[in-house]
Every structure is written in structure tokens, then in C-alpha cells.
């Protein structure tokens, strides 16, 4: 019967009826002793992971529970097969991506510090870069102290599984989007990555959800900030690698810019880090595609894989394949 490793972070009852027909063995947190194993499900913390690896023998196919799996190949090695739990943070993380645009376009980080100073003050009265960053110079009466996301043009950087999720979720809001990928496909509309710095100028919102390799690792310079509009949002719900910082630093302390990130480089961010005390920005530490849903579902992914690659059927989720 087929071993399969779980991390002991993860109830067993969860795994007990999707994992039907294998031996679910516990991953103790503070392993120290060899364990043989056909399939391993690593702790979503790589450190934990990482402690758990060494002790580990005999593993063929890793199950990881999280979309990003860039720290794994490199730890097992070219003769295991890794799949992801594609599709398991879809929600979290473009609810987080729209929750984020909002917020920004509503000004809600502005309010909530204004609101812990126990002030009633509204957006025109505050520092200058507040008032600025919109980009929007025409005299409007009364003054402006909100923007609407209904209508704005967006530029979708990643059209997976998320950012076909942040598609969906975007669409009431009737925006002008622009979806991009690595390569074009024009049957869907899907510009190639080749024309960002083209279309870049146009775009109101850039949302970033791609993943983190050699080729999109600073996709976002300086020379793509020149590019942006004057007061445009930069949303980066991808990976930090993806965004060069002091390119980015740069931009929002030239107050033409803001951005929203879950995501930075280096993570987590230093204490004294210079981005936390840039103007027009947001940060959330990594949470994006956290909830009380998220284990349930990658688990089910998981399962679903497992089952395939019990019956001999194509695995779906395959981010490398055993040599
Ligand atoms: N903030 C969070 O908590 C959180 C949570 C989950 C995931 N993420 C991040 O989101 C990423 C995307 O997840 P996903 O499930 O949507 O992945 P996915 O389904 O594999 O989609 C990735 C998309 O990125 C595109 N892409 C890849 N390389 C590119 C490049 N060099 N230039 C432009 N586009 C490129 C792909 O293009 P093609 O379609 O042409 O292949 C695809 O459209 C993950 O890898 C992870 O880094 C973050």
C-alpha cells in the first residue's frame, strides 16, 4: 500500500476520508529519525519542510499544498515528481487582489490612520501626497475624496488559475481589462509579456500573478515605473522577486505612483526596511491566500492528484516531472 506523509500541523481527520486506500503517515514537527515514505505532502511552511526533508526516504511524488513551489525542486532533486495544489488559493487570493484595489481606491489605510488619531479629516486636508497621487488635476467641486474602481483600466500580468479568478471577480465592476501571459493567445485575448512596456502606460491598475522564476524575477524596474501613469496602482499579490524594492521605493517616493503587496524582497520584511515608510502604499505580510478554506481545498486537490496518480492517469497539477 502506498505511504503518504502528512505534516503532524494538519489534523488527520481532515486527510482520513479524502486519502481512501493509502497509510497516512504523521510527520512529526521535530523529526529525528528516518522515515520511508512513497508520497510526501510538505508542511505549507518551508522552513518546517525544509527541517522535516533530510529524514525523509523513498519519496516519488511530492503533493504541495500551496500554488508556489520554487523552493522544492532544488531540495528533492530531478527524480521526484512535485505537483501543486493549483487552484486552492484561487479565492483567497483575488478576493485579497479586489479587497486591495478597493481599499487603495477608497483610501481606507489613509482613513484607518486618521481614524486611530480620533480626527475628523477627509482626504484633501491630509499631506500633500494623498492628495496628489491620484493624478487627477482637473479643479472638481466638491473635492474629490474617493476614486471608483467601476470603469478603470486594468492590466492582469497572469491569467492562471488566479488570475482568471481576479477576471471573474473584477467583472462587475465593468473595468477595461487587459489580460497578459507569458505567451500570447490570441483566442482569449492574451497579450505576451513581450508587449508589457507597451501597454504599461495605458494601464490605471497593473495587477501582478505570476509566478517567481529567472524570467519574471524584476519584471517591474525602473524603466516600467517611468512607464506608469501618474498616480497608477501596482498590485502585487505574486511573488516579491517579481518587483525590483528600490525601483519600487523609488517610484512611490517620487509620489508618482502606489501600490498595494502582499508580497516583498527580501520576506519578511525588515523592520527598518524603507518601503514601510513610503507614502501610498499598502503591505500585508504574505496572507493573501490564507482562510479558513484553504486547507480543506488543497487537500482535496491533493487527493484528486493522488487518485490519478494511483490509477495511472495524467496528473493535472505538474510543476516537474521525474527524470
Ligand atoms: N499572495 C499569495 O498569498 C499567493 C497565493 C497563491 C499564489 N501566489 C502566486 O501567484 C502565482 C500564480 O498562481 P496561479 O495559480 O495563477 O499560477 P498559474 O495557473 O500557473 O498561472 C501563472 C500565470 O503566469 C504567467 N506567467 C508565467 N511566467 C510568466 C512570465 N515570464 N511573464 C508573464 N507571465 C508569466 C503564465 O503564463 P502562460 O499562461 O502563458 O503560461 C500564467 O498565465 C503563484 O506562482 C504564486 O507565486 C501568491
Known sequence: MLRVGYPESIPEELLRDLFDGVELVCIPEHLDHEIHIDVWIPDPYTNRALRAWPWLRGVRLVLAMLAG??????????????????????????????????????????????????????????????????????????????????????????HGAIGKEIERMLAPFDVQLTRMARRARPEDSVHSVTELDSLLPNAEIIVLIVP??????????????????????????????????????????????????????????????????????MIT????????????????????????????EALQNIVQAAI
Not at 114 to 121: A, L, M, P, Y
Open 69 to 158: 513551489t520554487e523552493w522544492i525542486p532544488q531540495v528533492v532533486g530531478p527524480h521526484v515528481t512535485i505537483c501543486n495544489a493549483r487552484g486552492a488559493h484561487n479565492i483567497s487570493t483575488a478576493e485579497w487582489t479586489v479587497a486591495a484595489i478597493l481599499a487603495m481606491l477608497k483610501y481606507f489605510p489613509l482613513y484607518n490612520d486618521i481614524q486611530r488619531e480620533g480626527r475628523w479629516k477627509r482626504r484633501f486636508e491630509l499631506p500633500p501626497h494623498y492628495a496628489a497621487i491620484s493624478g487627477d488635476t482637473r479643479p472638481l467641486y466638491p473635492p474629490v475624496m474617493l476614486e471608483e474602481l467601476t470603469g478603470k483600466r486594468v492590466l492582469l500580468v497572469g
Open 212 to 281: 517567481s522564476t529567472d524570467e519574471t524575477r524584476g519584471l517591474i524596474g525602473s524603466k516600467q515605473f517611468a512607464l506608469m501613469r501618474h498616480g497608477a496602482l501596482l498590485v502585487n499579490a505574486a511573488r516579491g522577486p517579481v518587483v525590483d524594492t528600490y525601483a519600487l521605493v523609488e517610484a512611490l517616493q517620487s509620489g508618482r505612483i502606489r501600490a498595494a503587496i502582499d508580497v516583498t524582497d527580501p520576506e519578511p520584511l525588515p523592520e527598518d526596511h524603507l518601503l514601510w515608510s513610503c507614502p501610498n502604499i
Open 285 to 312: 505580510p504574505h496572507v493573501g491566500g490564507s482562510s479558513p478554506q484553504f486547507t480543506p481545498r488543497a487537500l482535496r486537490t491533493a487527493a484528486a492528484e493522488l487518485r490519478r496518480y494511483i490509477n495511472g
